[in-house]
C-alpha cells in the first residue's frame, strides 16, 4: 500500500461524505438508470414481503421498494450512512447499523426472518464472501432468495482492466490483465490523499457462483448488464453495446444448505 493510502483512515465513514455527494437523495445516474432497475425486476418485490438491503449505504433503494408495500431493512457497516438514510427515508423501513458477517449480532435481525436479501453495489466492498454469504443465509427463510448487483468481474477487475483502442482496425476493445486470481485493491483515497481508503475485493464468478451453491441457493437468473451511456462514436458504441460492464444474479433458497 502507498503512503497515501497507508495515511488514509480506511473504512466507510470517512468517505461517507465525499460517497454520499456523488450518490445523492436518489441515487446516481448509474443508481436510477441501471441498478435500481435492475435489482427490483429480479427481486420482483411482493407486497408485505420482508427484505433485507445489506451494505444498503443511504438507502437509495428503500423507497422504491416501501412503494411496493414490502417491509424493509436496511444494514449497513457505516454510522455517517446510516445517519442519514435514517433522515432521509423516514417512513421507508429501518435501518440498522451491523456487521454484513455477523447480521446474527443485529439485536433486530431475527433467523430466518426475511423473504429475501439484496446486494446492490455493496458485496464487492465485503470479505470474506464465505462469512457474508452464511450470515446472509441465516437471516433468511431456507427458500428465500439473494440478488447480488456488482461490476461484471469477468470484465471490470480494479486496476487489472480497460478501455484500448486499436486504430488500425477502428475498435474500441476491453482489456483484461487478471481475472482468476482474487485480489484485495485499495481504491483511491477521495478529495484529499488522507480523506479516507475503502477496499475493493475482486473475485472470480466461480467464486460467487459456488459460494451460493454451498449454501443451498441456485442461481435461476443472471443478467448482463451494458452501460446506459450513449455516444455518437461508432466504435465506442460498439463496444458499449458488447461489453457489460454490471453483472445482476438471483439465486434461489432450494431448502437445505448443501
Known sequence: ???????????????ADWYDGWVGHDGSHHHQ?????????????????HILDVGCGQGVLAPHLADRGVSYTGIDISRKMISTA?????????????DARYLNRVSAVRAGSFDAAVFMLSIE???PLEEVIQST???LRRTGRIVLLLRHPCFRVPRQSGWGH?????????RVDSYLTPQSVPM???EKSDSGVTISFHRPLHHYINTLA?????VNYLDELVTFKQTRDRAERRANEEFPLFMALRAQGIGAAG
Open 125 to 127: 466492498d465485503m470479505n
Open 1 to 15: 500500500m502507498s503512503d497515501n493510502y497507508s495515511r488514509a483512515p480506511s473504512g466507510w465513514d470517512p468517505v
Open 33 to 49: 438508470k441501471l441498478a435500481i432497475p435492475a435489482v427490483l425486476q429480479l427481486l420482483n418485490p411482493q407486497p408485505d414481503e
Open 166 to 174: 486499436d486504430p488500425d482496425r477502428k475498435l474500441r476493445y476491453r
Open 137 to 139: 443465509v441465516w437471516a
Open 214 to 218: 454451498g449454501h443451498g441457493f441456485m
Open 188 to 190: 483511491k483515497a477521495y
Open 86 to 98: 435514517r433522515k432521509r427515508h423516514r417512513g421507508c423501513g429501518r435501518f440498522l447499523r451491523g
